[in-house]
C-alpha cells in the first residue's frame, strides 16, 4: 500500500506526458511501450488493473482459426505473426498447446475441408507451430477416450498457444514493466472528468477510491485505454469520435479437471460456434458464449450455465454429468467489438471484426483505443507509440524491444543460483512444476531477491496456501510491489487461486489469512470479512 500512495502523491505533483486511463491490457502495453522510449506516462484505473474484460479471457494466445469463416485472412495472419512473437518473447509464460477438435456428421463442413482450413491456418502461421492432422472419429477415441464420437466424422489436431498463468497476471506484468522504466501508476482511481485547454495540455480530475481523496493529474496528451468504456469516458470528457463500441458477452465455467490430457477439446456448439474444455492448472475451464448485449457490465444467467452444460455433456463420456454443484468459478466479460457508428445495422453481429482501432484526434491531443485482443497487444502497443508520435511528442528509441523475457545469460544466472540452493526439491503441487520455474515465470528477474530470502530463510520456500502453488516468499514481494488492495487482487488478478479453489475451501484456509496479514497487516480482517461478503451477496 505504500508503493500505491506513493505513486498517487507522483500522480498530483507531476505533469506527464501522456496520461493513460484503463490498466486493461490495452492500457498496460501502451504504458509500457511508451515509458521504454522514454516518455512520461501515468496510468490510472477505476478498478484494479485488469479488473473487467482483461480478467475475463480464456487464457488462450491464438491466431483466430474462427474468422478464417469470415475470410478474413489478413487479420488471422497478423494474430498468427503476433501469436509466434508471443511464443517467443515470453516462452516462460505463452506456450504452444495442442487442440483437438471434433466434427460430427451434421456439421456444416467435413472433415477434409476443415483439414484444408487447418493447414491454410498453419501457413499463414508461418509455419511455427506443430502441423495440423486429420483424424478418424477411431482416432480421437484413441488419443481422448473422453470424448463421445458417436456421431462424428472425425476432426483435426492443431496447435495454438495458452497463457501458463492467467490473463490477469499477464496484464500486471506489463503494468510492473511500465513502472519499472518510470511510468506511475495506480488502481482504484477514477477519472470524473477531463479538460483541454488552449496551450495543448489535459487537466484531469481524479478521486482516489479508497482514501476519497481528490486531486488533479496533468498531461499533455491523454490516452482512453477504458476497454469496454471508451464510449461512455470519451462522453464524459467530451471527445467525438468515429469508432464506438459493440459488446459480445462470453463466460467460461470452471470445473475439475475432466482430462488427464493437456490439450485444449474443441468443438461446435449445438448453434455451430466454437465450444472449448481448455485445461486450467487441475481444473477445466469451458465455454464460451458469444452473445450481444448493449450493457458491458454483464452477469452469468442460469441459460448460460445451461448452455454450456448441456454441450460439454453432450460431447464428452464423463462417469456423471457435469451439474452446477461442479462449478468452482465462473467467468463472464464482455469482448468490446470496434464499428464505425452506424455500421451495427448493416452487418452481422456474429460477423464483425474483431479487429483493434487506435483512433486520434491531432487538435485535441487524444488517443482512443477500440476493440483488441490479448493475442494482438504488441502491436497496440507499437501503434499507439506510433499515434504518440505523429502528435509532436519525442520518442527515443527502445534499447531492444520493450517486451519479453530477460536476456538469456540473466535466465541462466538465475537458474544456476536457485539449482545451487536447491529450491526444487519441493514442487508446486497442483502443476508438479519446478519451483525455480514458477518464480522465473511469474517475476523475471525480481525472483533473484526470493533467492535472497530463501537463502537466508529456507522455510520461506514453503507452500503458503493449500495446494496452489504460492510460496512464502512470494507474498512479501506481493505486498511491496504488486499493488494490491483489496484481497480480490490477490486471488483473481495476481494469481488464479479464485478459479481453482471453492469459496468453502478459501473461506477454511489458514494459509489464506496469513496471506492476509502480510498483504494488508492490522486490515487484514477488515479486508478478509470484505472480501467474503462480496462473494456471498453476489
Not at 506527464?16 to 522510449?37: C, E, H, P, T
Not at 536447491?422 to 517475476?443: F, M, N, V
Request: proline share 3%.
Amino acid at each position: 500500500m505504500e508503493l500505491r500512495k506513493r505513486n498517487i502523491e507522483q500522480l498530483a505533483s507531476s505533469e506527464f506526458d501522456v496520461l493513460i486511463v484503463g490498466g486493461g491490457i490495452n492500457g498496460a502495453v501502451s504504458a509500457a511501450a511508451l515509458a521504454a522510449r522514454g516518455a512520461r506516462v501515468g496510468l490510472i484505473d477505476s478498478r484494479d488493473f485488469a479488473g473487467f474484460t482483461s480478467q475475463q479471457s480464456s487464457n488462450l494466445v491464438w491466431g483466430g482459426i474462427k474468422y478464417m469463416e469470415s475470410y478474413e485472412f489478413g487479420l488471422v495472419a497478423g494474430l498468427c505473426k503476433s501469436r509466434n512473437e508471443l511464443l517467443r518473447s515470453f516462452p516462460s509464460t505463452v506456450r504452444e498447446i495442442r487442440f483437438l477438435t471434433t466434427v460430427s456428421r451434421d456439421f456444416r463442413y467435413p472433415p477434409w475441408f476443415m483439414i484444408v482450413g487447418t493447414w491454410f491456418y498453419w501457413i499463414l502461421g508461418r509455419g511455427k507451430t506443430l502441423i495440423p492432422k486429420l483424424l478418424s472419429a477411431a482416432d480421437i477415441a484413441e488419443r481422448e477416450p473422453l470424448i463421445n464420437v458417436e456421431n462424428s466424422h472425425g476432426g483435426i489436431e492443431y496447435s495454438d498457444a495458452y497463457l501458463h498463468d492467467n490473463d490477469a497476471r499477464f496484464v500486471f506484468n506489463f503494468i510492473r514493466s511500465a513502472m519499472d522504466k518510470g511510468c506511475i501508476a495506480a488502481n482504484y482511481v477514477i477519472s470524473s472528468g477531463a479538460s483541454h485547454d488552449s496551450s495543448g495540455h489535459w487537466t484531469t480530475k481524479a478521486k482516489d477510491v479508497i482514501s476519497g481523496e481528490e486531486f488533479t493529474i496533468q498531461s499533455k496528451l491523454v490516452i482512453n485505454a477504458a476497454g469496454a468504456f471508451v464510449d461512455q469516458y470519451n462522453a464524459l470528457v467530451g471527445i467525438e469520435t468515429e469508432y464506438h463500441h459493440l459488446f459480445s458477452k462470453g463466460i467460461h465455467l470452471i470445473v475439475p479437471r475432466i482430462s488427464d490430457n493437456y490439450r485444449v477439446l474443441a468443438f461446435f456448439a449445438d448453434d455451430g460456434r466454437l465450444f472449448f474444455a481448455i485445461p486450467m492448472g487441475n481444473r477445466t475451464c469451458i465455454g464460451t458464449t458469444d452473445t450481444r448485449v448493449d450493457d458491458p457490465v454483464t452477469q452469468v444467467t442460469e441459460e448460460d450455465r445451461e448452455f454450456v452444460l448441456w454441450n460439454i455433456n453432450a460431447r464428452l463420456n464423463l462417469p456423471s454429468p457435469l451439474t452446477r454443484d461442479d462449478i468452482i468459478a465462473e467467468r463472464c466479460g464482455v469482448r468490446p467489438l470496434a464499428v464505425r457508428k452506424g455500421q451495427a445495422s448493416e452487418t452481422d453481429f456474429l460477423q464483425l471484426s474483431r479487429k483493434h482501432v487506435v483512433e486520434v484526434l491531432p487538435e485535441q491531443d487524444h488517443i482512443s483505443i477500440f476493440g483488441g485482443k490479448l493475442t494482438d497487444c504488441l502491436n497496440v502497443g507499437d501503434e499507439v507509440c506510433e499515434a504518440v508520435a505523429d502528435l509532436g511528442l519525442c520518442l527515443k528509441e527502445a534499447p531492444g524491444k520493450w517486451y519479453g523475457e530477460p536476456n538469456d545469460a540473466e535466465r541462466i544466472a538465475y537458474y544456476e543460483r536457485a539449482n545451487q540452493l536447491g529450491i526444487d526439491k519441493i514442487t508446486a503441487s497442483d502443476t508438479s512444476e519446478k519451483l525455480s520455474q514458477r518464480l522465473w515465470r511469474r517475476y523475471a528477474l525480481q525472483a533473484n531477491a526470493m533467492l535472497d530470502a530463501i537463502e537466508k530463510d529456507a522455510s520461506l520456500s514453503e507452500p503458503l496456501i493449500e495446494n496452489r502453488g504460492i510460496r512464502r516468499c512470494e507474498i512479501d514481494y506481493l505486498a511491496d510491489n504488486e499493488l494490491i488492495v483489496k484481497l480480490e487482487d490477490f486471488l483473481r488478478r495476481r494469481s488464479k487461486i479464485e478459479l481453482l479453489m471453492t469459496c468453502a475451501e478459501l473461506r477454511h484456509s489458514q494459509g489464506l489469512y496469513d496471506a492476509c496479514k502480510k498483504l494488508f497487516g492490522d486490515q487484514a480482517k477488515i479486508r478478509f470479512d470484505e472480501y467474503f461478503e462480496t462473494v456471498d451477496s453476489a
